[in-house]
């Protein structure tokens, strides 16, 4: 077999062996062969028929024939046969198509953990695939005939599965016709017009892909209550549907009716439900022609496949509400701000909570901003962590003790709520013992999520306040810093001032003074001596406030973790499901002409009451704790505080800039009047060297005549040349030069000193 569009098996003689059998179908067994080189692993089927049988022959030629011409990621992909295991003696061909561990869909809807249906991202990611796969076979002119959960397989491919259609033993190749006439597929899955021998085309794939859907979804069939009838009855019920019918429900009396809504108990939101319920009600509709095109609300149509593509792929926005414990759900693409999110939140059928009492938190504890965009996540997104909503909302105006409690009627499908009301009640018939186990089954695995949402909202409640605690925190330390600097810095002014008073004071009979300098000096000491006492009020209070702050931390290590609260609902949830299996095992155990019955219903009650209450612990404990965060909040607003905190640090670095202004000031004050005394002091210096001069010069004769009126103008030089003379006036000449020199490094020293002092950046340390 030549498989063009298929890859090639390439291995040698002897290298393929035997591993076991992976099932046996109406006319053929598969089994599973390994590569000892490549390790490569291929499904080969053989025909089990007998030759008479000419229907299943063709089937079987059929499928082999069609697997040969396709090429699709979610078709099961056809290989050549290994020349080792071709059979030459048979007279049909074998098919090895590739190996999908991961098993069939069936498996994956029979797990009691999806006896209500599978999650939201799960079924969106598996209908678009599968769908994908359909379109295919329909472009290519195929009708697949018998898609249903055992022909659907699984193949892991790292992090994701990859959902294969196969088994196109059914499946009809058009050609040129449009229509065929003859009856194909699984009962429950196909089109009961299938069944009146009336032509069909692709459509019928529609309908069971709207059945194949709903079981995702819920976890039964949409019409089980009559699915088993005879062709006819069963045709006759479908016609009798109301058009907007998407399923069928039934009370515990046995009773049935037509419904145009996906029953209660599924993991779908509100938003997506509605929408897969338009999608439904045009798969299941009776009018062929009509179905596959989806009237849209603006009146515009949409092929089934589009329209399914762009539910699957719906952003949406989840918000959890810390005071209904109740998740919201919202469509992305209408809510363009969080502004607008908080008006719908507000809405009385909403979470009804006042825009100005709502805050919202990201799991993460940070605020969220009202003019940002929401994020959301795309539902077929293997990696987006449904679990966790997007947004935490609280009620600021919840005080403590006031947590809401939800009555247990209003928590309960309809058929769990009917059984809660009358214990004893004697139901009958498999099915529906099934779908009343699913929805105990749902309310205890929704209580185990809500009670983990609740506390995933106050650890992120916790986390923001931390952060908070934490920012005030650093806030008040940066404050405490400037605050000792400051205080340091006014201690030593302070006593610098006086010191200076002080010595003004003892020098000043001396005749050196200044009563401007001195009263600039006192009034920089009475204005810059100390930190303002507003200044001290204002850090005081804030200083309360931080330890009021620090207390709330402290009351929230005290409280005890919700593990076991937690463990408790982990607890029911497991033993729901076990019950479960151990009645299911009874039902199977049962022979088929002994209807299934249950009477007893005390257990699962019990069960699913204590969830109840243990999720509404969690509530009413994440309630309490939230109060007094909100309270603590309230008195000792960490916004308001980091603010009064910027702005005292503000006004302690203004007062700091006054004091080492006025301080500048006095020094330069001090070094201007050292100045002025070394210029006095070189005045008299010169004044009494040249007085000397002139004593050596000129005879006492002559500077008496000198100082005489009557003295001309002209000089003489004095002549003497005795030694004491010259001994005398070389002294002199010698101590003038001396003193000028002295002169002159004092003033130079002076200067850089002064210099030094006035560039000087004044920083004082406070005490320690």
């Known amino acids: 077999m030549n498989c063009p569009h298929s890859r090639q098996c390439v291995a040698s003689k002897e290298e393929w062996i035997f591993v076991h059998s992976l099932g046996s179908g109406s006319y053929g067994d598969v089994h599973l062969y390994k590569n000892e080189s490549t390790h490569e692993c291929i499904a080969v089927k053989r025909f089990k028929g007998k030759l008479q049988h000419q229907k299943s022959c063709d089937r079987w030629r059929k499928e082999v024939k069609i697997l040969q011409t396709l090429d699709h990621l979610n078709i099961v992909k056809a290989f050549d046969i290994p020349e080792q295991l071709k059979d030459p003696t048979s007279h049909h061909p074998l098919l090895a198509t590739e190996y999908c561990e991961g098993g069939n869909l069936r498996k994956v809807i029979g797990k009691i953990s999806h006896l209500s249906g599978l999650p939201q991202t799960d079924v969106c990611n598996i209908l678009s695939q599968i769908a994908d796969g359909l379109m295919y076979l329909h472009e290519k002119g195929i009708i697949h005939r018998d898609l249903k959960p055992e022909n659907i397989v699984l193949k892991p491919a790292g992090s994701k599965i990859i959902y294969k259609i196969i088994d196109l033993g059914f499946a009809k190749d058009l050609g040129n016709e449009t229509a065929s006439s003859s009856f194909a597929g699984t009962h429950v899955y196909a089109d009961p017009y299938l069944h009146m021998k009336l032509e069909y085309d692709k459509a019928v794939d529609y309908w069971s892909m709207g059945v194949l859907c709903f079981e995702l979804i819920t976890g039964r069939r949409p019409f089980f209550p009559v699915e088993h009838q005879p062709p006819v009855p069963f045709y006759n019920c479908m016609n009798k549907r109301p058009s907007n019918c998407v399923c069928m429900v039934q009370t515990i009396n046995g009773k049935y009716e037509f419904s145009g809504t996906i029953p209660r108990g599924s993991s779908l939101s509100r938003n997506v439900a509605k929408s897969f319920e338009i999608w439904l009600r045009n798969m299941f509709l009776c009018d062929r022609n009509r179905r596959g095109f989806i009237l849209k609300d603006d009146g515009s149509s949409s092929h089934w496949y589009n329209y399914l593509k762009e539910v699957t792929k719906i952003k949406e926005l989840n918000v959890f509400c810390m005071k209904t414990n109740k998740m919201l759900t919202y469509r992305s693409n209408k809510i363009a701000t969080i502004g607008i999110l908080q008006k719908h939140l507000a809405k009385e059928d909403e979470a009804n909570i006042p825009v100005d009492s709502q805050f919202l938190l990201l799991p993460d504890g940070?605020?969220?901003?009202?003019?940002?965009?929401?994020?959301?996540?795309?539902?077929?997104?293997?990696?987006?962590?449904?679990?966790?909503?997007?947004?935490?909302?609280?009620?600021?105006?919840?005080?403590?003790?006031?947590?809401?409690?939800?009555?247990?009627?209003?928590?309960?499908?309809?058929?769990?709520?009917?059984?809660?009301?009358?214990?004893?009640?004697?139901?009958?018939?498999?099915?529906?013992?099934?779908?009343?186990?699913?929805?105990?089954?749902?309310?205890?695995?929704?209580?185990?999520?809500?009670?983990?949402?609740?506390?995933?909202?106050?650890?992120?409640?916790?986390?923001?306040?931390?952060?908070?605690?934490?920012?005030?925190?650093?806030?008040?330390?940066?404050?405490?810093?400037?605050?000792?600097?400051?205080?340091?810095?006014?201690?030593?002014?302070?006593?610098?001032?006086?010191?200076?008073?002080?010595?003004?004071?003892?020098?000043?009979?001396?005749?050196?003074?200044?009563?401007?300098?001195?009263?600039?000096?006192?009034?920089?000491?009475?204005?810059?001596?100390?930190?303002?006492?507003?200044?001290?009020?204002?850090?005081?209070?804030?200083?309360?406030?931080?330890?009021?702050?620090?207390?709330?931390?402290?009351?929230?290590?005290?409280?005890?973790?919700?593990?076991?609260?937690?463990?408790?609902?982990?607890?029911?949830?497991?033993?729901?499901?076990?019950?479960?299996?151990?009645?299911?095992?009874?039902?199977?155990?049962?022979?088929?002409?002994?209807?299934?019955?249950?009477?007893?219903?005390?257990?699962?009650?019990?069960?699913?009451?204590?969830?109840?209450?243990?999720?509404?612990?969690?509530?009413?404990?994440?309630?309490?704790?939230?109060?007094?965060?909100?309270?603590?909040?309230?008195?000792?607003?960490?916004?308001?505080?980091?603010?009064?905190?910027?702005?005292?640090?503000?006004?302690?670095?203004?007062?700091?800039?006054?004091?080492?202004?006025?301080?500048?000031?006095?020094?330069?004050?001090?070094?201007?009047?050292?100045?002025?005394?070394?210029?006095?002091?070189k005045a008299l210096k010169h004044e009494s060297v040249q007085r000397g001069l002139l004593s050596i010069e000129t005879p006492p004769s002559e500077l008496s005549a000198m100082t005489s009126p009557d003295h001309e103008s002209t000089s003489r030089t004095f002549s003497a040349t005795s030694p004491e003379s010259l001994r005398t006036l070389e002294d002199s000449l010698s101590t003038r030069e001396e003193f000028t020199e002295a002169v002159d490094r004092y003033n130079a020293e002076s200067s850089n000193r002064l210099r030094e002092l006035e560039n000087l950046d004044w920083e004082f340390k406070g005490p320690t």
């Open 366 to 681: 940070q605020v969220v901003p009202t003019t940002r965009a929401p994020s959301s996540r795309k539902m077929d997104s293997a990696s987006a962590n449904t679990d966790l909503p997007d947004y935490f909302l609280f009620d600021k105006s919840v005080k403590a003790g006031t947590s809401s409690s939800v009555s247990l009627s209003s928590v309960l499908p309809p058929l769990a709520k009917a059984i809660a009301e009358n214990p004893s009640t004697t139901v009958e018939g498999k099915k529906i013992l099934r779908c009343i186990w699913a929805e105990f089954l749902f309310v205890c695995k929704t209580e185990a999520k809500r009670a983990a949402w609740a506390e995933e909202g106050s650890t992120a409640f916790k986390r923001y306040f931390i952060k908070q605690i934490k920012e005030v925190a650093y806030s008040a330390r940066k404050l405490a810093a400037v605050n000792d600097n400051l205080a340091g810095m006014c201690d030593m002014f302070h006593k610098s001032v006086n010191e200076d008073l002080k010595s003004y004071e003892v020098q000043v009979d001396c005749g050196i003074y200044s009563d401007e300098m001195v009263s600039s000096w006192t009034e920089s000491k009475e204005k810059l001596h100390d930190i303002p006492n507003d200044l001290k009020q204002r850090i005081g209070n804030i200083l309360t406030c931080k330890r009021e702050l620090g207390s709330g931390y402290e009351c929230l290590r005290s409280i005890p973790t919700q593990m076991a609260h937690h463990d408790q609902l982990r607890r029911c949830q497991k033993t729901s499901e076990e019950m479960f299996g151990k009645a299911a095992e009874e039902w199977r155990s049962q022979k088929n002409d002994n209807p299934v019955k249950c009477s007893n219903w005390s257990d699962i009650i019990t069960c699913m009451e204590q969830s109840i209450r243990v999720r509404q612990t969690v509530g009413k404990e994440t309630a309490e704790l939230v109060s007094h965060i909100l309270q603590v909040l309230e008195s000792s607003d960490p916004t308001a505080l980091k603010t009064e905190i910027g702005h005292v640090i503000a006004l302690l670095e203004e007062h700091k800039e006054k004091l080492v202004k006025a301080q500048h000031e006095r020094q330069k004050n001090l070094w201007s009047s050292v100045g002025y005394l070394v210029e006095k002091c």
